[in-house]
């Protein structure tokens, strides 16, 4: 991902709009791009802080607050991940199992 495209996912991301691929290439992004980090610490301060003070609430920690929010992001990719790899797992033992059934089915059609 180049930095134009994380620059232009910084406020869907502060959002909670982004899809599975686009948040785990925007992390992997913004993790290894100081300027991107930069970026988006920016947004997420004006963003949150201005909602902290409609809201009257809230520990003014921004700092901490967008360290929480890309730890969840990070949870949310290896969970992803992890569901991911058990779906194909699971799929695959589906498949082995229908194959050795039909195998099973015709040895005793073919030798009675």
Known sequence: MECREAERLVMPYIQ???S???LEDFLEHVEGCPG???ELEIYFTVEVGLKQLEEESGSYNIKGEMEASLEASRQKVRLARLFK????AVDTLTALGIASTILLQLRIWIFP
């Open 16 to 18: 909670d709009q982004l």
């Open 85 to 88: 790899i058990v779906y194909y």
């Open 20 to 22: 599975g691929q686009e």
């Open 36 to 38: 991107c980090q930069e």
